[in-house]
Nanobody
Framework: VQLQASGGGLVQAGGSLSLSCAASGRTFSRYTMSWFRQAPEKEREFVAAISWYGNNLYYADSVKGRFTISRDNAKNTMYLQMSSLKPEDTAVYYC?????????????????WGQGTQVTVSS
C-alpha cells in the first residue's frame, strides 16, 4: 500500500482544515488507518484511527471533540476534518496503515506510512 497525504496548510487559531490520505492497492478496506503527527523536536504522536469499515474510532484526548476521522473505502481515501485548531496542533501530519490487529495507538504497529503534510496554526 502506498499512501499520499494532502491538505495541509497555514490557518489561524480557531480555524479549520481537512486532510486527505489517498491509498493505492485493492485491499484498502482491510487496513486500520490512522493519523499521527510530529512537531519539531517532539516524538511522533497518535492523533486518530479508524477501523476497517469505520465502526471503531479512536482519538487522542488532545483532539477529541475537535477532529473527526473518516474513510471512504470506495475511493481508497481517509480524511481528517480538523476544527477549532490551536497553535499546539502545528505539526507534520502523517497517515499510516496497519493490516494486523495491533494497538492503533502505537506507531510501531503500522506497516505503511505516507510522506506527511505540514499543518501550521498561527496564534
Amino acid at each position: 500500500v502506498q499512501l499520499q497525504a494532502s491538505g495541509g496548510g497555514l490557518v489561524q487559531a480557531g480555524g479549520s482544515l481537512s486532510l486527505s490520505c489517498a491509498a493505492s492497492g485493492r485491499t484498502f478496506s482491510r487496513y486500520t488507518m490512522s493519523w499521527f503527527r510530529q512537531a519539531p523536536e517532539k516524538e511522533r504522536e497518535f492523533v486518530a484511527a479508524i477501523s476497517w469499515y469505520g465502526n471503531n474510532l479512536y482519538y487522542a484526548d488532545s483532539v477529541k471533540g475537535r477532529f473527526t476521522i473518516s474513510r471512504d473505502n470506495a475511493k481508497n481515501t481517509m480524511y481528517l476534518q480538523m476544527s477549532s485548531l490551536k497553535p499546539e496542533d502545528t505539526a507534520v501530519y502523517y497517515c499510516a496503515a496497519q493490516l494486523v490487529g495491533s494497538s492503533p495507538y502505537n506507531p510501531n504497529g503500522y506497516n505503511y506510512w505516507g510522506q506527511g503534510t505540514q499543518v501550521t496554526v498561527s496564534s
